[in-house]
């Protein structure tokens, strides 16, 4: 059993984690394998550029939602789905550097209309929902019928899918497992599950596709999360994979944070994060986790 710090830190290890992987992968965000040898033999730094030109250790859309969500829950003190929503509709009126076209989609439908809840979309199948999903998976530590929940309502603002559906609910179990210390077998069980029941997504014999199709990313995060050693190596392989790359880093970056921990992150990089970014992450992290069943009755 891991103690109440111990998990605190694998929950603040997971969102910085996630951010970590967004700025290395916005890098090589739609650049293919062999173009990111040819530029930069291995990409392991954090130097921003790629297609947004993105300053060096600044984070995109996956980040930037994920914190408009987490503090639509801190302020409300517990799940508040329209505070998120709102949120949501704010950051885009922001102007931010990057915004998938579902998601726009979505959001404009809840603010013209009030739709929370996307209509089923046979072309909803991407990664817009699971790449933000990290804060209702803090949330809801400790109870899993409420992480589902959670996953799913802030996901199916914008994505609609069976497929986002499950993605959403078997990387929020692995996040969870992983904060209460399973160990790589657990891991790999839970997507075993998701593999069951969705076939596509078996990753056993990974072809290196790495789209922002739900099953493409997270093919790819699965290939390098049990085929490497370190939080490093993970996310290494991850973003040299190009695609969506700062997609797959998010979403690479918050499970390996969590099964690896804090300290595994290397220093370099958290050095290099944009700070007010790193400091944020950090906070709401360990806010959403103090909120969660586990730590409001930790016996449960
Ligand atoms: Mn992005
Ligand atoms: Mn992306």
């Not at 329209?82 to 959001?107: E, L, Q, Y």
């Not at 209702?136 to 199916?156: K, N, T």
């Not at 914008?158 to 559906?165: A, E, G, K, Q």
Request: aromatic content about 8%; hydrophobic content about 40%.
């Amino acid at each position: 059993m891991l103690t109440d710090n111990e998990i605190l830190s694998r929950g603040k290890a997971a969102f910085l984690g996630l951010a970590i992987g967004d700025a290395l992968g916005a890098t090589t965000e739609f650049m293919n394998p062999r173009e990111i040898a040819a530029q930069y033999k291995v990409h392991k730094k954090i130097r921003g550029g790629g297609w947004l030109g993105l300053k060096p250790g600044c984070v995109t859309d996956d980040t930037e939602m994920s914190v408009a969500m987490a503090r639509a829950i801190i302020d409300a003190g517990d799940w508040n789905l329209p505070g998120i929503a709102d949120n949501f509709v704010a950051w885009m009126r922001g102007k931010p550097i990057d915004i998938g076209s579902t998601c726009r989609k979505g959001i404009r439908n809840y603010m013209r209309q009030g739709v929370i809840e996307a209509p089923y979309n046979e072309w909803d199948a991407g990664n817009g929902g699971l790449m933000r999903m990290l804060p209702a998976a803090l949330f809801s530590l400790g109870d899993d019928a409420l992480m589902q929940r959670c996953v799913i309502e802030q996901s199916r603002i914008t994505h609609n899918h069976p497929l986002s559906d499950s993605a959403c609910i078997t990387v929020g179990r692995m996040v969870h497992q992983a904060m209460f210390g399973a160990d790589r077998f657990e891991l790999h069980a839970i997507t075993r599950d998701l593999v069951e029941q969705h076939p596509n997504f078996q990753f056993n014999n990974y072809k290196g596709n790495a789209s922002g199709y739900v099953v493409d990313t997270l093919q790819t995060v699965f290939h390098y999360l049990f085929t490497t050693a370190s939080f490093e190596e993970c996310l290494v392989g991850v973003v040299n994979q190009g695609g969506d790359a700062d997609t797959t880093g998010a979403i690479a970056g918050m499970i390996a944070g969590a099964f690896y921990g804090l300290d595994a992150i290397p220093e370099r990089w958290v050095r290099k994060l944009n700070v007010e970014v790193r400091q944020e992450v950090l906070d709401l992290a360990e806010r959403l986790v103090r909120l969660s069943p586990r730590m409001q009755s930790p016996l449960k």
